[in-house]
């Protein structure tokens, strides 16, 4: 017993300041900005004033530090907000994203996305007419465009419609560069911009509104994806 007693004043002693410096202060938690909140989701340094910019960086402009696909620490937001975010997930983490938007947002809640435009990249980055030299520089470009800069899925208006209504949306129409019927979406994008071609905007813009969740259509979704998809990625 005497070697525990002596045990314990050595700790005691260790946890004082005047022997063993005090430990650091735990970080204040983060207070949201007054009004509603509004989630900037992978928001890099492309800080929203008046939102919570989300990031999985620690970042300049960042307030909350998180994998989102992970799970987000709010409810009740009035809007989600994630610009060429959607991209840089594989599909299945995607779906997991926007589930997690879904619980997120209040009803009637809305999310706006804005993900590079498969349609275009495919119109743009490769002609089969092309001559063999320029076919040889477009199969860089287009290979650039699927993997580069971290990209692990590109998405058409077809398929993100169809997840986001696998995953509770409803209401999904198409918004141009800073705009949107919406107040709270207009202006936000802050992400350059490349030429849209062929009437075919470079990157999606959409919007959507929180529904009731939709649990068959989303397992008949991830059934699909598993089956055309998924599985052929597996070693």
Same mark, same amino acid.
Request: proline share 7%; aromatic share 8%.
């Given at each position: 017993?005497?070697?525990?007693? #002596?045990?314990?004043?050595?700790? !005691?002693?260790? @946890? ?7 430990? *650091?202060?735990?970080? @204040? ?19 929203? +004033? ?19 696909? !992970? ?5 009740? @937001?009035?809007?989600?907000?994630? !610009? ?5 997930? *594989?599909?299945? *983490?995607?779906? %997991?994203?926007?589930? =997690? ?12 996305? %804005? ?11 490769? #002609?089969?007419? @092309? ?7 477009? *199969? ?20 993100? =419609? ?13 918004? %141009?560069?800073?705009? %949107? ?10 992400? +350059? ?16 509104? #929180? ?25």
């Amino acid at each position: 017993m005497a070697s525990l007693r #002596k045990g314990r004043r050595r700790s !005691e002693a260790e @946890a004082r300041p005047e022997t063993a410096g005090a430990a *650091a202060p735990a970080p @204040a938690p983060f207070v949201p900005p007054p009004g509603p909140l509004r989630l900037n989701i992978g928001s890099g340094n492309a800080r929203l +004033e008046g939102w919570v910019n989300v990031d999985i960086q620690h970042l300049p402009g960042v307030d909350v530090v998180a994998d989102v696909t !992970e799970g987000l620490q709010f409810s009740g @937001a009035e809007a989600v907000f994630a !610009e060429h975010f959607l991209e840089h997930l *594989a599909f299945d *983490a995607a779906v %997991s994203f926007l589930l =997690e938007s879904h619980r997120v947002l209040q009803d009637g809640g809305w999310i706006r996305l %804005s993900t590079p435009n498969l349609d275009w990249v495919w119109a743009t980055h490769y #002609k089969l007419e @092309a001559p063999p030299e320029t076919r040889r520089d477009a *199969a860089v470009a287009l290979n650039r465009a699927f993997h580069g800069w971290r990209h692990q899925f590109l998405w058409n208006r077809e398929i993100l =419609e169809d997840v986001l209504g696998a995953c509770g949306f409803t209401g999904v129409r198409a918004a %141009s560069y800073g705009e %949107s019927e919406l107040a709270v979406f207009r202006g936000i994008e802050r992400h +350059e911009t490349y030429p849209d071609a062929g009437g075919l905007p470079h990157v999606l813009i959409v919007e959507a509104r #929180k529904a009731e969740p939709r649990p068959g259509r989303l397992r008949e979704l991830r059934e699909r994806i598993e089956r055309e998809y998924l599985v052929h990625l597996e070693d």
